[in-house]
C-alpha cells in the first residue's frame, strides 16, 4: 500500500549522507595551511621575499640609480646658461695693472691680480645683482676657481663700477678678480673653474620675492692663463 505525503512537506531522504559541509573543509585547509607555515624557518621566509623583491625590481629597474645628467666641460666662448644667466668666459689673465677690476693690489708684497673675463646677461625679467652675500653664490660671483677659497670681485669692464646691476636680456662685460702672490700663477697654467646653477623660487612667508637656492655646480672650464705686461 503507497501512502502520499502530505502536501507541502519534503519525501524522506533515502541518499547517502554527505561526509561534511563546506564551511568544516575550508576550516580543516587553512588549519593545514597554518601549521605548515609555522614549520618553515622565519629566515627562509625572508629569503624568499628578498628574492622575489629583486626578481621585481630587476624587471622594473626600481634598484636601478636615477640617471644624472652629466655636468658639461665648457670651453673657453662657449655660452652656459644657469640661474637664469647667460655666462662665456672670455679668458684668464694674470695682471700687475688692475685696470677696471676692483681690487688692489700690494706691489710691496709682489701681489698680481687674477681676472677672469665674463660676457653675462640676464635672462630673468627684473634687474638682479651680480653678486651675493652668501657664501655660495648663485650669480656671477658664484663663478669659482679650483683652489681658490676666497670669492672674486666683480666689477665692469667698461667703467669699473663694482657689483653692478644686470639689467635683463642687457649684456654686460664683466672682470672676476683674485689676489693672487708672485708665485701662486704662472703665465700658460691651466685652471680649472666652476659656473653656478641653483633653483628659482618665490617667498611667499619668511622670504618674500624671488630668490635663488639650491646652488650647485652647473659647468666646469678649463682656460688657461695668459700673462699681461703691465702698460
Partial sequence: MTTTPPEGTAPPHTGPRASSSPPDARAKVLGWARRSIDLIPTSWLITGAGALLLAGTA?????????????PALE????????????????????????MAALFPDEEKGE?????????????????????????????DGIRIEGFDEKPTVSRADDGLAAPMLQPDVPA???????????????GEELALTLPDSTHYVGQSVIRGDYWD???????LTATVEEVAAP
Fill in 59 to 71: 624587471v622594473f629597474g626600481g634598484l636601478e640609480a636615477a640617471a644624472v645628467d652629466p655636468i
Fill in 76 to 99: 673657453v666662448g662657449d655660452t652656459y646658461t644657469g640661474s637664469d644667466l647667460e655666462l662665456s668666459v672670455v679668458g684668464v689673465e694674470l695682471r700687475d695693472d688692475r685696470g
Fill in 112 to 140: 698680481r691680480l687674477l681676472v677672469v673675463t665674463v660676457d653675462v646677461v640676464n635672462t630673468f625679467p627684473k634687474p638682479r645683482g651680480s653678486t651675493s652675500i652668501s657664501p655660495t653664490s648663485a650669480v656671477v
Fill in 173 to 187: 662685460r664683466l672682470l672676476l678678480a683674485w689676489l693672487v702672490g708672485p708665485d701662486d700663477v704662472r703665465d
Fill in 214 to 220: 639650491d646652488v650647485r655646480v652647473g659647468a666646469t
